[in-house]
């Protein structure tokens, strides 16, 4: 039920427990609990903790639902592209605390969080009462330590996602009294403050959490890992955000990403000893580079929906385009402006997939299909699953594959991210602040050891490759680099040839993953999703529509109802306007005649497709909704807006 009172929805207390984590995080369920008998054991504390599993790594999340899940259900970003007009972001001041009704999307896309202090309380709440247990007995010095510091990882994690979309917060390390409202309608406090605030929480957890507290639980690696997340984007936020923050105080949170980093790192407990699809399709845990895991479970009735969107049948809310297709890194190492590889120059998906980085045949199908932009993401999905939709065999499709009864597992945190988080913050510090140079050692240890992932035999068959090393001082000049799309972005070009690299190999790592859309916004690069400064974003994959054998059963989009809608782009040079049209009649027995159909071979552009509304500098931080302003306003007191949004 929508809440109306404000103190009610900021401070109401989120007591939320699931039965075990240990194996399945699981949907949460409510439940009542007595605050004066509850404190009993380290179990319940387990239990109140287990609450927050599916908040902070949501994976596939459950059944239909499609909150902060990956984007073939509706990826925000400069990779991917829908028919009709592209989907806004923000646009209008929202009125609803808790963007239920407005904006949702946007928050969900960008990974943040809404104005809810709800979580804070938990955390909070549960600090509190961790020092009485041990007080009295309940809890030893370790238990304390340890369940304390998860505590303080997650307040910090929460405030994390708070200070993405709003930048400056009120910040609470205390549980506030709900006849309080000195502090419920507290000034915002600056961002500056509150991460280092979280800074803290993140060390403290670090210093205290168990290294293994059980399988699939929250532990010392995993809070390392999720913390150099959160202070790889607060540095590179100020960096690229001027005058959000100070250049010593970038430099300490870039330096803390490395650290925290090298926590992982250097436990020797991760590697990259499993293919990249197999991280996404199975039903296990597998291997040695997942930190954090979602399982799913048909026994538990624990399933969701997102394979049934990778199967090859259902039709995915947006597609790849051509800005993505262009930015895959080809298996020599170069850009396909300069590969010497054969066939390199080829648009075919089935070459692309030959001579792209691996993980581009791990996340698109090789052929094209009839979506939105002519190529299907397949990365959420076994290597089966897909196979069911040749010659419609639908019909013997198990359920793991269909509807939202999927139990496929996500890797919520994996090494990959943990070491691109670590070089990043090395070049940055090298780069802007005179650190330590980044050696051919940094790259081994990150970029370079994931490109050695292996390969499945299905890649292996194709003819895929693994892509070179990169080499300490010997970088591609791309020249998408210093494009006129990259110079009109708020942070203007990247000057340096090796932190292009590195966002280019988040930018493969992560495709479609809803972790894009975080990365433009700390860049300073949301303008990239403006097809009037970016034209490639409104631009598919190649294809040949006069071919008609495509997944193994024919699809024909040469029909009299597509006569005026149906366009070809002939090149991919973005410069040049050469777009064909879909002509023809149809006769009174439906004989198609058309004098160009031999000319629809070239780029699929999406059906009646338009730019979205234009993006402005506000749109880097989320508004402060009305109801809220209203509500400081009823009680006497006042809030900030941020700028751009005042009304």
Same mark, same amino acid.
């Given at each position: ?23 399945? !995080? ?23 903790? *287990? ?19 990956? #984007? ?6 400069? @990779? ?11 646009? %209008? ?30 955390? %909070? ?10 007080? *009295? ?31 400056? &917060? ?17 000034? $915002?406090?600056?961002?500056?403050? &509150? ?19 059980? *399988? ?21 936020? =100020? ?61 538990? /009735? ?15 809310? &947006?597609?790849? %385009?051509?800005?993505? !297709? ?32 691996? $993980? ?15 190529? =299907? ?30 139990? %496929? ?11 691109? *988080? ?69 942070? #203007?070009?990247?000057? /340096? ?23 433009? $916004? $700390? ?77 629809? &071979? ?10 979205? @509304? ?29 700028? #751009?949004?005042?009304?």
């Amino acid at each position: 039920m929508y809440m109306k009172k404000f103190t009610y929805l900021l401070f109401s207390i989120v007591l939320i427990a699931l039965a075990s984590c240990d194996d399945y !995080l699981n949907r949460p369920t409510k439940t009542d609990m007595n605050d004066e008998t509850y404190w009993s054991s380290e179990q319940n504390v387990r239990l109140f903790v *287990n609450g927050g599993y599916t908040n902070y790594f949501p994976g596939y999340s459950s059944s239909w639902s499609t909150n902060y899940v990956p #984007g073939v259900r509706g990826e925000l970003s400069d @990779d991917a592209t829908k028919t009709n007009k592209q989907s806004n972001i923000l646009i %209008n001041l929202p009125a609803d605390n808790w963007y239920r009704n407005e904006g949702a999307n946007w928050l969900q896309r960008t990974g943040a969080a809404p104005w809810n202090f709800g979580w804070v309380r938990k955390w %909070n709440l549960l600090i509190d009462r961790l020092v009485t247990m041990h007080e *009295n007995g309940i809890l030893n010095d370790e238990q304390y330590n340890h369940w304390n510091g998860v505590a303080r990882f997650l307040r910090g994690y929460e405030y994390s996602l708070l200070v993405q979309s709003f930048g400056d &917060v009120p910040y609470y390390d205390f549980v506030v009294e709900s006849a309080d409202f000195d502090n419920q309608y507290k000034s $915002r406090d600056p961002r500056t403050d &509150v991460m280092q605030k979280v800074m803290e929480d993140f060390d403290y957890a670090i210093a205290n959490v168990r290294t293994n507290d059980g *399988n699939n639980t929250i532990n010392k690696y995993v809070v390392a890992a999720y913390a150099s997340r959160f202070m790889l984007f607060e540095g590179t936020w =100020y960096i690229y955000h001027p005058g959000s923050g100070t250049d010593a105080l970038a430099k300490t949170f870039l330096e803390k990403t490395v650290e925290y980093a090298n926590v992982v790192i250097n436990s020797g407990l991760y590697k990259f000893d499993t293919d990249f699809r197999t991280l996404f399709g199975s039903e296990t845990k597998v291997g040695n580079e997942i930190l954090m895991y979602r399982y799913y479970s048909a026994e538990q /009735s624990v399933r969701h929906c997102i394979a049934s969107y990778s199967n090859l049948e259902e039709n995915q809310d &947006v597609g790849a %385009n051509l800005s993505t !297709l262009k930015a895959w890194l080809c298996a020599d190492g170069q850009p396909y402006t300069s590969s010497t590889l054969p066939d390199a120059q080829s648009w075919e998906l089935k070459n692309m997939a030959k001579t792209r980085d691996p $993980r581009f045949e791990a996340t698109f199908w090789d052929e094209p299909t009839s979506g939105n932009t002519g190529i =299907y993401c397949v990365k959420f999905i076994d290597r089966i699953g897909p196979t069911y939709s040749f010659d419609s065999n639908t019909e013997t499709r198990p359920a793991k594959y269909g509807s939202n009864t999927n139990t %496929n597992g996500f890797p919520c945190m994996r090494y990959a991210e943990v070491v691109l *988080n670590y070089i990043e913050a090395k070049a940055e510090l090298a780069d802007k602040f005179g650190g330590a140079a980044v050696t051919q050692n940094d790259l081994d240890i990150s970029i370079n050891a994931i490109r050695d992932r292996p390969l499945d035999q299905e890649a292996i068959d194709k003819g895929v490759q693994k892509t070179a090393h990169l080499i300490l001082g010997v970088y591609p000049d791309d020249p998408i680099r210093t494009s006129d799309p990259e110079k009109n972005t708020l942070a #203007g070009v990247v000057e /340096s040839k090796l932190i292009w690299e590195i966002r280019r190999e988040r930018r493969m790592e992560f495709c479609l993953e809803q972790r894009r859309l975080t990365d433009l $916004r $700390r860049w300073g690069k949301l303008e990239l999703m403006q097809g009037s400064n970016n034209p490639d974003i409104l631009v598919g994959a190649w294809c040949d529509l006069n071919t008609t054998d495509t997944l193994k059963k024919s699809f024909n989009l040469l029909t009299a109802s597509n006569f005026g809608t149906l366009k070809i782009k002939k090149t991919a040079d973005p410069n040049v306007d050469d777009v064909v049209t879909f002509d023809g009649q149809a006769s009174d027995a439906g004989d198609i005649t058309s004098s160009n159909a031999s000319e629809m &071979v070239g780029f699929r552009i999406p059906t009646s497709i338009s730019d979205r @509304d234009p993006i402005l500098p506000r749109n880097y931080l989320e508004p402060i909704c009305s109801d809220v302003i209203n509500q400081y306003k009823d009680r006497g007191y006042t809030i900030t807006q941020n700028p #751009g949004w005042e009304q």
